[in-house]
């Protein structure tokens, strides 16, 4: 299974330095490491830190909206994820199913559900004009970044309540009974045994949340129809097909994967160790 | 240790809960409703109708061809990756479980992988492999449903496995003590005993499936092998109808469908052993 | 328990120096695994591409220097007089919303008795689709390509010629596609739509009439229109409009400092007016969506099509140059080399042709088939396309003074790629 990763992996190295057909310009993998050339990642490399760099827009937009959006998914998913592991009580339960129910629901779906909302005569824009009472209606699919990161913010949150959850069920109540017992008042509790204990939570919840926006494409092409949104995921989506540059797109691909990685293998290792612990 | 800031918490975070459960689920609903839309429109209610799912004559998901094949394609493809990752997630996991070394321990670290990379990632790596590679089979239904595996045997491997920690091996070993052959302890004792967990982990891949965008957008070949994902994306910013609607809220009766018979099964199967694993199972994650 | 210290040592110095001495092996495997590309001819091996066209090979048909096609040894016509496949699946690969439902339904009902059924894959752009084409995995049998690909397709073996005898209906097409620059003697094509590339908008939305600007592609810089206006998602398309605003007539261009002054201003059109970058102005301009948008002509017929309830025709316009000096194109319909259905392909063709389906085809999709019996005059006077949108119909003149997007070398077309692709960067 380890093979069905490795070897597509090293299909898009060979492609990523491979060569461009000359009459078609599509890519040409190269399968013998001796013989890799490394224009396609040189040119990549200097659109984002060379003269004319202009991937660069795109990357730091792409960093700052993964930022907000990963931040406002937390200040959302902590207190849901608190209240379903410490304040249901007995309707545990169907509060959780609830929370879980967008995972069954298609993404697209959700995303059309907000496409449909945000039409210029949609209802977000009757509901915050008063149905044309107030001139307060804004054109939100032109393009707007806001839109972009609510999209993202409301596709992905489902992902964060799970492990913060996960993570806040676990504490154990005659824990915070005994920090009580030694004179702790709640918000102390809070600070100093909740919030702690339930740290890798959080980041693992923040990682499972940020790494897939970053290779995210889909919702920027609902959302905004505008090359001014665009992001990491646009950049290689536009290129593989293009003539001449699906190697550049490989390419992209490969220093994006190489930045991530260290952020992806501390989560399976963190993961991996605290299954065993369990 | 007092009770009424406690309360009140409570009652703050659950209007928190509460709002946040009608911002995510009431747009759903709302398209749900609009697909039962008499016209044209996905804003404006223009009476109830069942206009979008048989009667149009050229726009409903009964008439229109590609909208039907949107649909079943997107079944078959739920139903093939189901049958075929949840049998192989049990197998690794049994082996995870059962054997120590470096091997078992390099493919757990590919199996979590698959839940933190970017799905583009895989899903052009997989792209080019088909391209480039003689695989035995081309772009279209079969390399769909490879990578779709690919992406899936996460689930039932992390899930199985949870299960079997906390199972633990004293039933196996008593098992054997009593004279079951190692193989028939497993079969007649343990699986059983992970009934819940295999019920848990099909029902949550059948639903990933149905929602899988990226991968099968890559991996597709014509018009007979677009899924219903990909017809909202293509379609939605074009020239949409309620019909869209329609599917996405076909696709979505799927889903709940699977869940809830899955709910029930467990609920046969798995109360029996007077643990509420199922839910805790999917949060260990 | 060792295991939980296991996990260190996947990522160990060892692990990494094993990777790579199976590398070396591996590479030897993967070389010796690699799919013939596509079998349509075109050679990816390593071991050299004699077989393949080389890029000088390419001849860049023009109207001053048409082009004869060859035909080579094992790519020739099929035989004549045969019947069609029976029980065949004709796949069809356009543009969405390119081909009319009604048409497909009659090809279907015309062949009935050979059991024959029609599938309508579609693709966003051009280049995808001769990707999927030249990868050879999904095959197609009729393809709507514009004649910018025309020399690569038949130079890389991905279309098959045509066998006219099929196609009678040729005769009620205009006589010069019969004999077009771009292939001469209808060896490869057979032509499909005329459009000419101008800009749309609805009166209610914009009250100026853009045709009266002494420069009008200048309204794209207008920041009047921030966020209200879209450009077409195609290479050719948006540059060139970009060249003719700049005042440029060579719309095939491969100068750098015209392309560069072309980059330049497409940057700064993001940054005035942020337009949206799109082909679907045939809903988003009658549908409210957008004011204004570089649109073919075809766009705003299909406009009439999707307006909603209370919104009259009257309020779409289309401008394009009255002298006829502005983008004049039309797209073919070609049959690739793997067709499954061959016959069936060429009678598709034939059908296509007939002028009865050639007008229902216009009245949804919108485009104006090339047929000789749909002149613009009769067009109007019939009340198929009012009088507001009399300006997107084809004249025959525009094919003599209009600028057509040939197909570019590669270098040049390398150069236009690299500049979309910033634009579509976004600042």
Redesign the interface.
Known sequence: MALFFAVPLYVVLCVAFGTVDPLFRTSVPVWNPMQWQFTQLATVFERIVGPENFYLPPVLRTIGFVVIAVAVCLAIAFPVAYFAARHAGRHKALVLTLLVAPFWISYMMRMLAWVNLLQNDGWVNKVISLNGLLPTEQNWLAGRPTTVILGLIYGYVPYMILPLFAALDRISPSLLEAARDLGAGGFDVFRRVIVPMSLPGVAAGMLLVALPMMGDYFTNDLLSGSPGTSMIGNLINNSISTPGQSGQAAALLLIVLLVLAAPMIWYTRTIAKSEVRS | ?SSA??QK??YT??T??VI??L???V??A??IM?SFNS?R????WQGFSLRWYTWDP?GSVLNN??LRTALTHTLLLGVLATAVVVPLGVL?ALALDRW?G?IP??????????????????A????????????PF???TTAQV?GLI?FQ?AYPV?IV??RL??IGTQYEEAARDLGASPLGAVRRVLLPMLYPAIFVSAI?VF??V??N??LVRYLS????TET??MK?????????TPA??AI??L??VS??VV?IAGWLAYRKWGRSDGEDTG??A???? | MSDAEQPRSPLSRRRLLQATALSLPAAGLLSACARDSGGTGGSASSSGSSASPSATSLQIASPTNPVKWPISAGNEPIAAGQNPEQGGNLQLYSYADYVAPDVIASFEEKYKKYNVKVTYSTFNDSNEALAKLRGGSTPYDVYTPSYDQLGKLVLGGVIQPLQQSYVTDIGNAYAEFQNPFYDQGWQYSAPYTLYTTGIGWRTDKVSEDVGARPNPYDIFWDPKYREKLAVLDDTREAIGMTLLRNGQTDVNTGDDTILNAARDALLEMTTLTKPRVTITGYTDIPEGRLDLSQAWSGDLIAALGYLPQGVKPDVLRYWFPADGKGMVNNDLMVIPKNAPNPVLAHLFLNHLLDPAVALANFQYVGYQPPQVSLTPEKLVADGIVPANLESALVKPGYFNSGYRLLELSPETDAKWQAIWQQFKAGA
Request: proline fraction near 4%; glycine fraction near 6%; hydrophobic fraction near 55%.
């Open positions: 240790m800031p406690r918490r409570a975070l659950g928190v809960t946040y459960l911002w995510s689920l747009p759903v709302i398209a609009f016209g429109s996905r804003s404006v050229q061809e590609s690794f120590r470096r321990t390099g493919a757990n670290f590919a199996v979590l992988l698959s839940f933190v990379v970017p799905e583009i990632a895989l052009i790596g997989l792209l080019f492999m088909v391209t480039w590679l003689a695989t081309e772009l279209g490879v690919t045997l992390v496995r949870a920690l906390t949550l639903a990933d149905l929602d965008f990226v070949s014509n018009a007979g219903t994902s909202i994306y293509n379609t939605a910013r074009a020239a949409p869209l609607n996405a809220t696709i979505l889903s709940f869940v839910l805790g999917i949060a260990t994650m």
